[in-house]
């Protein structure tokens, strides 16, 4: 099978700059989180990182031709409770006790399948980010990850985005208008919760995991407005992810601190508080640079 990174973490991280950076460092191809090909791309029929509808679009209308017959509605479904991190722990205790066999078989031969057909096109990125997701496509079988990057920012600067009203120009249904918006403490609590589900997953595949940091990853592009020079300038057929994907704002690399100067300082301290024991579980990783 073709090389396949996997993007490991918590939304709004950072990680769609990051996987435009790999394209164009390790040429590889980006299709964005390949997770959502289901339920965002067949059911909702949301705009690929072309501009088109995901479905007319002439990349994943091949693919989704190639994949034959499947019932999408209940992919979407065994996906969403497989990868959930929130039930992650339940459901590896109903997987060991082979209550989930049928489940993780049809996502399991969903996927491979998709990675089969992408990978025709040669070594590829999915930045689908859910820790899980690693982890039940690797269940009683090998992992076909080669490498897994577990990005993380400033669980803070998570939790500022979180915050945040943003738009998915991405979306078909005006229910799907705007990125889900959550409080502070409720999104520090949701990155955690991704964390130690993070942590359990990269202690399993430890000589595959690496450690980005989205800070000094940023740092290292942010000369005032460095651009970076794309090896692969052709239009990128993501599904989800920033919406600067369909800008072409993905070869800006800019440092996004804002969450320094608005929240409160209790606010901060809080985060550091909350946040610090779960960083050291990260930092265990950090060890090999890529
Ligand atoms: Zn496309």
Not at 31 to 52: D, H, M, P, S, T
Not at 62 to 79: H, K, M, P, Q
Not at 213 to 241: P, Q
């Amino acid at each position: 099978m073709s090389k396949i990174i996997y993007v490991m973490g918590y939304g709004r991280s950072g990680s769609t700059f990051y996987e435009s950076l790999l394209q164009a460092r390790e040429d590889l191809h980006g299709f964005g989180e390949i997770k959502y090909l289901a339920e965002r791309g067949v059911l909702n029929n949301e705009l690929c990182g072309c501009g088109q509808p995901a479905t007319i679009c002439p990349f994943w209308a091949n693919v989704i031709t190639e994949l034959g017959e499947w019932d999408y509605a209940e992919i979407s479904r065994v996906t969403d409770k497989l990868e959930s991190s929130k039930s992650f722990f339940n459901n590896l205790r109903l997987a060991r006790c082979g209550k989930l066999d049928e489940e993780i078989d049809l996502y399991q031969r969903f996927n491979y399948r998709l990675f089969e057909i992408l990978g025709r096109q040669g070594g590829f990125v999915d930045s689908s980010k859910m820790p899980a997701r690693a982890f039940f496509l690797a269940y009683g079988r090998a992992q076909p990850y080669s490498k897994i990057i577990w990005f993380v920012r400033d669980p803070r600067g998570v939790a500022w985005s979180c915050m945040k009203d943003i738009d998915r120009p991405e979306a078909q249904h005006a229910k799907d208008a705007k990125m889900p918006r959550w409080g502070y403490v409720p999104s520090l609590i949701k990155w955690l919760i991704n964390t130690y589900v993070s942590h359990y997953v990269a202690l399993q595949f430890a000589d595959r995991v690496v450690v980005k940091r989205y800070e000094n990853l940023m740092s290292e592009f942010d000369l005032g407005n460095a651009t970076m020079s794309s090896k692969r300038v052709e239009v990128l057929h993501s599904i989800s992810g920033n919406p600067g994907r369909f800008t072409g704002g993905l070869h800006v690399f800019r440092l996004d601190d804002a969450w320094q100067k608005h929240l409160s300082v209790w606010q901060k301290k809080l985060g550091f508080l909350l946040c610090t024991p779960a960083l050291r579980r990260v930092s265990q990783f950090e060890r090999t640079k890529y």
